[in-house]
């Protein structure tokens, strides 16, 4: 195979992150003061780079590197044979999608791209030897490493909510049992029962899912237990596209009224949660106790485990980066992307993940070649859906100054329109365009 020039590679991208984060390149001035040494590693010849995580943003990495240089060997460590998107994983509650429909092979990164699949899980990472060891007690060794192993969480930060009750208590905010166990207790609960969502305090993994959530259950709800409730007791004051949710909830689930099915109490009315019964199912919020029927506590939230252990993460519990490169700037040699990564203003979504890992990969791929890095630009959209035919996103275009801070671009985006009176039409189409991203995006990971 041969490496691809920009303009192969532009018409071989088939996303807007792709086109985005290669047009910037073309508009913007180089940069110039880059972070390591460049030639010295191409002299030494060390074609290898390995991944940690299997995810949105490492399944991306690893493909986008093998399109742009295939000479470069790519490692892309994950424990699991399969893939589970987080994204749809609300919509498999309100009967939109399969489970089964979630799941995402990595048989065409291995067959098509040529990318080196190990199902194992990185225990260390040694950044002077340049060498990650594995649980199966491997040693892998690399010119550079990219890790992305999305989130882990602050257990027992609400009192009595630990790792062990989340196995009977689904937080569900990883994809996989946890989504299966909470549809069942879904279906089983009684009608009139009431469903309680705790979301967690910022910076979390997607800002409007505990929202898009609380949608797809009244969905159900409303269909087959219309007695029931949702409360969402939340640990906030506002969250993404509050307006947009809560006039979708005033038109389908009778949001404000005597007869609410969602209920949204935030923080400076005493909603925050603080502790958790699991005996007699009930949690104490600042303004008092409430007992329920299915309980969906969903953590406040740090990097993924390996980023601690191997002193990449920072006093907010996330991995500082240099955002033209996305290289640690705590360990050289080591870049970090998607939600573990602190990312400016890009919120931590799998859109931003898969944009974030296109940038990286080039950026990886300049460095190797001796190249210089050119300046990005990211792009995200979030779309939720308030019913199957009612959707609402949000998308915005980022860039990096000269501080090397993420910025939003002025006029590059913005929230679906408020008025959906005015605008009903636009709902349906943007549920439409929510399914149809999902089918992209996934796509643009794994095929
Ligand atoms: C309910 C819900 C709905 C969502 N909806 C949307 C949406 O509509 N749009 C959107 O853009 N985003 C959405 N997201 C967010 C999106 O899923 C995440 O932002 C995205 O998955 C982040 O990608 P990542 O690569 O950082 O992490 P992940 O995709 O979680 O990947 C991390 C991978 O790393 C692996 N790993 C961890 N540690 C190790 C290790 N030590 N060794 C090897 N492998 C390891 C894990 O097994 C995992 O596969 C949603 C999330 C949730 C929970």
Same mark, same amino acid.
């Given at each position: ?120 899980? =990185? ?71 009431? =469903? ?252």
């Amino acid at each position: 195979m041969r490496i691809l020039n920009r303009r192969e590679f532009l018409k071989y991208s088939l996303t807007a992150g792709a086109a985005m984060a290669l047009s910037a390149c073309e508009n913007m001035p180089e940069q110039s003061n880059q972070p390591l040494s460049q030639n010295t590693e191409h002299a030494k010849g060390r074609r290898k780079v390995v991944i940690i995580g299997g995810g949105v943003g490492g399944a991306t990495a690893a493909k986008y590197i093998r399109k742009a240089d295939a000479r470069i060997e790519v490692t892309l460590i994950e424990p699991k044979i399969s893939y589970t998107t987080c994204f749809g994983s609300n919509w498999v509650v309100a009967g939109i999608k399969d489970f089964a429909g979630l799941e995402h092979s990595y048989q065409d990164l291995r067959e098509k791209y040529g990318v080196k699949i190990l199902h194992d899980s =990185v225990t260390q990472i040694d950044p002077d030897k340049r060498k990650v060891i594995t649980q199966d007690g491997r040693n892998l060794y690399f010119e550079r490493l990219i890790v992305s192993p999305g989130i882990d969480f602050h257990w027992n930060e609400i009192v009595g909510y630990t790792e062990e009750v989340s196995y009977e208590f689904p937080h569900a905010w990883q994809a996989g049992e946890q989504t299966k166990l909470l549809i069942r207790q879904l279906h089983a609960m009684r009608n009139g029962g009431t =469903v309680i969502i705790a979301p967690p305090r910022d910076p979390f993994r997607c800002p409007p899912g505990p929202y898009e959530r609380a949608s797809m259950i009244a969905h159900y709800l409303k269909q087959h237990k219309p007695r029931s409730k949702i409360l969402i007791l939340d640990a906030k004051d506002s969250f993404s596209k509050r307006t947009l949710f809560l006039q979708g909830w005033e038109k389908t689930y009778g949001y404000g009224t005597d007869h609410a099915m969602i209920e949204w109490i935030p923080a400076a009315q005493d909603g925050r949660v603080l502790q958790f019964d699991p005996i007699n199912k009930t949690v104490y919020a600042e303004f008092g106790k409430q007992k329920a029927d299915v309980i969906n506590i969903i953590p406040a939230q740090k990097a993924g485990q390996i980023a601690h252990s191997a002193g990449l993460t920072d006093e907010t519990g996330w991995c500082p980066v240099h955002h033209r490169t996305w290289e640690s700037s705590k360990i050289p040699h080591v870049h970090v992307i998607g939600d573990a990564s602190i990312a400016g203003g890009l919120p931590k979504s799998g859109y931003a993940a898969n944009s974030e890992a296109k940038v990286c990969a080039l950026a990886v791929v300049a460095l190797m070649n001796g190249q210089q890095v050119r300046v990005p630009s990211w792009i995200n959209t979030c779309y939720s859906l308030v019913t199957p035919l009612y959707g609402i996103s949000v998308a915005m275009v980022y860039k990096v100054n000269e501080k090397d801070e993420i910025y939003a671009v002025d006029g590059a985006g913005g929230v679906s329109q408020s008025d959906y009176d005015g605008v009903a039409g636009n709902k349906l189409a943007e549920a439409i365009y929510a399914k149809n991203w999902y089918e992209n995006i996934t796509a643009d990971i794994f095929h």
